[in-house]
Nanobody
């Protein structure tokens, strides 16, 4: 049973930056795809970004492309999300997730991940 723990959330003004980190108890070099999702009050969980186990392939939601960067360090079992140029609409609880590698799987879908963190709150003030 893997455990994921997020950290780095907080309150920031619009235009500012935050760096979220996710530490996994399971070896991230075991092949798992790692993803970040977010959920704002009253809304469904939304895909943000995912990264392949090697780190060589990344994918971003259009709403964050060019502002957010996902990265991973398999030696430390961590996955980070660098968030720049933050907007009030980025306010949400951010979740880290791990999904087993499968060919042709759409990792923008939350149901394709087996393990989830407890979430960390990000609030962007205008």
């Amino acid at each position: 049973q893997a455990q994921l723990v997020e950290s780095g959330g907080g309150l920031v003004q619009a235009g500012g930056s935050l760096r979220l980190s996710c530490t996994a108890s399971v070896r991230t070099s075991s092949g798992y795809v790692m993803g970040w999702f977010r959920q704002a009050p009253g809304k469904e969980r939304e895909f943000v970004a995912h990264i392949s186990w090697s780190g060589g392939s990344t994918y971003y939601a259009d709403s964050v492309k060019g502002r957010f960067t996902i990265s991973r360090d398999n030696g430390k079992n961590t996955v980070d999300l660098q968030m720049n140029s933050l907007k009030p609409e980025d306010t949400a609880v951010y979740y880290c997730a791990a999904g087993p590698p499968r060919w042709f799987r759409d990792y923008r879908v939350p149901e394709h991940y087996d393990y989830w963190g407890q979430g960390t709150q990000v609030t962007v003030s205008s």
